[in-house]
């Protein structure tokens, strides 16, 4: 099992930025880690993946570039930095780690590729 908890959410200002971390405890982390959004009544929403190693990343193109995926597996943390943030990006966020190994294009960015899942932390963007 892995556990996986998430943090450094809150209020920012319209155009600011945020970084959300991800911890993991339990068995070894060797995987491959993603980073979702959900708003209230709608499905989950990939926002971006990063490998077992970290040497790729996957990204949602509707981010426009203002997201960016990090890991430091020697911490068994992964990162989500945030910039430029908008009103429209105020949604629950949520850490997931997925065994599957992926190859390739159009990797981890649905929900059931992932197998174990955090509580989810809010963020908020005021205009």
């Known amino acids: 099992q892995v556990q996986l908890v998430e943090s450094g959410a809150g209020l920012v200002q319209s155009g600011g930025s945020l970084r959300l971390a991800c911890a993991a405890s339990?068995?070894?982390?060797?995987?491959?880690t993603g980073w979702f959004r959900q708003a209230p009544g709608r499905e989950r929403e990939f926002i971006a993946a990063?490998?077992?190693?970290?040497?790729?990343?996957y990204y949602a193109d509707s981010l426009e570039g203002r997201f960016t995926i990090s890991r430091d597996n020697a911490k068994n943390m992964v990162y989500l930095q945030m910039n430029n943030l908008k009103p429209e990006d105020t949604v629950r966020y949520y850490c997931?780690?997925?065994?599957?190994?992926?190859?390739?294009?159009?990797?981890?960015?649905?929900?059931?590729?992932?197998?174990?899942w955090g509580q989810g932390t809010q963020v908020t963007v005021s205009s």
């Open positions: 997931a780690a997925s065994t599957n190994i992926c190859i390739g294009t159009g990797c981890y960015d649905e929900a059931y590729e992932y197998d174990y």
């Open positions: 339990g068995r070894t982390f060797t995987h491959a």
């Open positions: 990063v490998s077992r190693g970290g040497g790729d990343t």
